[in-house]
């Protein structure tokens, strides 16, 4: 979901020229590793690549410099701010940015390619709304 979910946003800021910083992070991913082969097929779908991607993890640093933190689930939330009180004002759930009642964006992760293409649905919809959030006046 992560490299979706930051591959997708930025790619809709720059076209509208805006120079945001857009990456994703896990709390629990192992550095280095690809994409999982059926989100980057799914994602090559709607005509985003995630073949430059590469995992890494949230570190103090990261969070420090972001102005704002984007989760996929209420748990993650829990977990990020356990680990970074700080970050407090800055974490949102990319479901808040849903336009009826928040909602958690599940793990499709050992799923069919069904499965992926609706998750990536609700991300593409949601990071929709994030980006016309951000770029509004």
Known sequence: ????????????????NCPMEVFAAGLESEP??????????????EHISLAAHLTRSVTRELVRRADL?????????GQ???LFRKARRKVLRLG???????????DPYGGTQADFEFCFRLIRRY???????????
């Open 1 to 16: 979901r992560s490299p979706f979910a930051a591959t997708y946003p930025r790619a809709k800021l720059k076209e509208r």
């Open 32 to 45: 280095g590793e690809k994409a999982n082969p059926v989100a980057a097929a799914v994602a090559l779908l």
């Open 69 to 77: 933190i984007i989760v996929m689930e209420f748990i993650h939330y």
């Open 80 to 82: 990020l701010l356990r």
């Open 96 to 106: 808040d940015f849903y336009q009826a009642l928040a909602r958690e964006i599940w």
């Open 127 to 137: 990071c929709d709304n994030l980006v016309g959030a951000l770029t509004t006046n």
